[in-house]
């Protein structure tokens, strides 16, 4: 059942909490130990919360909207009392005095925790592995990645081990492992969801929380609990009185949209077959009246992007680090390292520079939105890749030098900050999933939500469900 379902459900008394947890978890029970998704299962407490939400709705209490509705939280996201590792040998024994914000309004909203999911250290990569904890393992095949850095909350919820998780994404870590995995990953605006605790507020690029769910309608559910101002993050937005999932299921058409089709960037290498994919889907906006355009070739080049993103991730990166360096560099991530290295190397000027680009980046993107009311292109260059690297060799014929030439799909729209989605395309001819991202105007959040909510009903989605093929491609 979605979370919308359940939530429902328990309000009108029909289920349970109790039966709701007891299933995630026997679920948890039986693919956990193949998937990897998750590092620490609060099966405990998660079963004395689900009581209480129980007693809570026998005795006519006022319920919150997710209440009673099992969810997970990234080990990124720190949690009062329960151990949060950042995927880190240097963290591995942290538990946390406070929840976050995000943790905090989960849990005040009526869910219950059933735990922690798996992230590479800091989520500094594109797929889910770290020293602590080891590999995530993709449900639709586990010899693949689930991607990163959410990996083990999309692995999750595309196994049926709880309808909602918790995602961060500074690169891209919410909607390519919701690409990997064949799920909805949504990228709130900057702001539209409060970070708090974090260490760097006034950052160029806004780490962001948000949803990995099976449907637009639990995206939108999520989001509504979590979005909303706070003074601990004095970069969040107000509350505009928006209700996301009454937009969703308002079902409005969106006849007459014009959508631009940005391709690959005019530079990323991208898998033919993911074009394909990504076309199809678009052609189903298409069909529900929506105008389809290729964006002109000289406006769709965002190629100037890349060295000033790198710079701006590697600055952040090297500041967090630093205390641990050079002790204890043996065991941090090389991908970390390469960071600290690459951000060491460049000047204060250069950084300044990097957000003069990042400037001109968003007027660019800015300036597209006064003809278009949603972009397009692919949230991944390529499907799902094997476990055991962090990143292909080679892209469509072309080598890649570095992570980063894997992810300037998604990161680019960190950098200007406007809301994007991940939703499924439709699979490869070897059934491994494939994301379609559609990018909204500045904080339209909800035209987003509603554009993303009509596709799902042309296309739906959330009955398909992972096989669970292993490497050996034998059935589990």
Same mark, same amino acid.
Not at 109 to 124: F, H, I, R
Not at 141 to 147: A, Y
Not at 176 to 188: N, S, T, Y
Not at 279 to 305: H, I, K, M, Q, T
């Given at each position: 059942?979605?979370?919308?379902?359940?939530?429902?459900?328990?309000?009108?008394?029909?289920?349970?909490?109790?039966?709701?947890?007891?299933?995630?978890?026997? *679920?948890?029970?039986?693919?956990?130990?193949?998937?990897?998704?998750?590092?620490?299962?609060?099966?405990?407490?998660?079963?004395?919360?689900?009581?209480?939400?129980?007693?809570?709705?026998?005795?006519?209490?006022?319920?919150?909207?997710?209440?009673?509705?099992?969810?997970?939280?990234?080990?990124?996201?720190?949690?009062?009392?329960?151990?949060?590792?950042?995927?880190?040998?240097?963290?591995?024994?942290?538990?946390?005095?406070?929840?976050? #914000?995000?943790?905090? @309004?989960?849990?005040?909203?009526?869910?219950?925790?059933?735990?922690?999911?798996?992230?590479?250290?800091?989520?500094?990569?594109?797929?889910?592995?770290? &020293?602590?904890?080891? &590999?995530? @393992?993709?449900?639709?095949?586990?010899?693949?990645?689930?991607?990163?850095?959410?990996?083990?909350?999309?692995?999750?919820?595309?196994?049926?081990?709880? &309808?909602?998780?918790?995602?961060?994404?500074?690169?891209?870590?919410?909607?390519?492992?919701?690409?990997?995995?064949?799920?909805?990953?949504?990228?709130? !605006?900057?702001?539209?969801?409060?970070?708090?605790?974090?260490?760097?507020?006034?950052?160029?690029?806004?780490?962001?929380?948000?949803?990995?769910?099976?449907?637009?309608?639990?995206?939108?559910?999520?989001?509504?609990?979590?979005?909303?101002?706070?003074?601990?993050?004095?970069?969040?937005?107000?509350?505009?009185?928006?209700?996301?999932? !009454?937009?969703?299921?308002?079902?409005?058409? =969106?006849?007459?949209?014009?959508?631009?089709?940005?391709?690959?960037?005019?530079? =990323?290498?991208?898998?033919?077959?993911?074009?394909?994919?990504?076309?199809?889907?678009?052609?189903?906006?298409?069909?529900?009246?929506?105008?389809?355009?290729?964006?002109?070739?000289?406006?769709?080049?965002? !190629?100037?992007?890349?060295?000033?993103?790198?710079?701006?991730?590697?600055?952040?990166?090297?500041?967090?680090?630093?205390?641990?360096?050079?002790?204890?560099?043996?065991?941090?991530?090389?991908?970390?390292?390469?960071?600290?290295?690459?951000? *060491?190397?460049?000047?204060?000027?250069?950084?300044?520079?990097?957000?003069?680009?990042?400037?001109?980046?968003?007027?660019?993107?800015?300036?597209?939105?006064? *003809?278009?009311?949603?972009?397009?292109?692919?949230?991944?260059?390529?499907?799902?890749?094997?476990?055991?690297?962090?990143?292909?060799?080679?892209?469509?014929?072309?080598?890649?030098?570095?992570?980063?030439? #894997?992810?300037?799909?998604?990161?680019?729209?960190?950098?200007?900050?406007?809301?994007? =989605?991940?939703?499924?395309?439709?699979?490869?001819?070897?059934?491994?999933?494939?994301?379609?991202?559609?990018?909204?105007?500045?904080?339209?959040?909800?035209?987003?939500?509603?554009?993303?909510?009509?596709?799902? *009903?042309?296309?739906?989605?959330?009955?398909?469900?992972? &096989?669970?093929?292993?490497?050996?491609?034998?059935?589990?």
């Amino acid at each position: 059942m979605s979370a919308t379902e359940l939530a429902a459900a328990i309000r009108a008394r029909e289920l349970s909490p109790v039966e709701a947890t007891e299933a995630v978890l026997d *679920r948890i029970a039986a693919l956990d130990p193949e998937l990897n998704a998750f590092c620490t299962v609060t099966a405990e407490t998660a079963r004395h919360r689900a009581r209480e939400a129980e007693r809570q709705v026998l005795r006519g209490d006022p319920l919150g909207p997710l209440h009673g509705v099992p969810y997970s939280l990234k080990d990124l996201t720190p949690t009062k009392g329960i151990r949060t590792t950042f995927g880190s040998r240097l963290t591995e024994h942290h538990v946390p005095t406070e929840d976050a #914000l995000v943790a905090r @309004r989960m849990a005040e909203s009526g869910g219950v925790l059933v735990g922690k999911t798996n992230t590479p250290e800091g989520g500094c990569k594109a797929v889910t592995d770290n &020293p602590v904890f080891g &590999p995530t @393992r993709n449900p639709w095949h586990t010899g693949r990645t689930p991607g990163g850095s959410s990996g083990g909350a999309a692995a999750a919820v595309a196994a049926g081990m709880a &309808p909602l998780a918790e995602g961060s994404d500074f690169a891209g870590s919410i909607r390519i492992p919701a690409a990997f995995c064949g799920l909805v990953g949504f990228k709130p !605006s900057d702001g539209r969801i409060p970070t708090a605790p974090n260490p760097m507020l006034w950052h160029p690029i806004t780490y962001c929380n948000g949803p990995i769910t099976r449907s637009v309608a639990d995206a939108a559910l999520m989001l509504q609990v979590l979005a909303g101002p706070d003074d601990a993050d004095p970069r969040s937005l107000p509350d505009t009185g928006e209700d996301f999932p !009454s937009v969703v299921a308002a079902e409005r058409p =969106v006849t007459g949209w014009r959508v631009g089709w940005l391709g690959n960037l005019g530079f =990323v290498p991208v898998e033919a077959e993911v074009t394909r994919a990504c076309r199809r889907a678009l052609g189903v906006l298409g069909e529900l009246g929506c105008e389809l355009e290729d964006v002109e070739p000289a406006n769709a080049d965002f !190629s100037a992007a890349v060295e000033a993103y790198v710079l701006l991730n590697a600055n952040r990166r090297a500041a967090l680090m630093e205390p641990h360096l050079p002790e204890r560099e043996r065991d941090v991530d090389p991908l970390m390292i390469w960071r600290v290295e690459h951000s *060491r190397a460049r000047t204060a000027t250069d950084a300044a520079r990097a957000e003069m680009v990042q400037s001109a980046v968003y007027q660019r993107v800015r300036r597209l939105f006064e *003809r278009y009311d949603l972009l397009a292109l692919p949230t991944t260059p390529c499907p799902p890749f094997e476990i055991g690297v962090d990143y292909p060799a080679e892209i469509a014929g072309v080598p890649l030098a570095s992570q980063f030439d #894997l992810i300037p799909l998604t990161y680019l729209f960190n950098m200007t900050g406007h809301p994007a =989605v991940s939703l499924p395309a439709g699979p490869t001819e070897d059934g491994l999933p494939v994301g379609l991202q559609l990018v909204g105007r500045w904080r339209g959040d909800a035209d987003l939500l509603r554009a993303a909510g009509a596709y799902e *009903r042309a296309a739906p989605w959330a009955d398909r469900w992972p &096989p669970l093929v292993p490497a050996s491609g034998v059935r589990a």
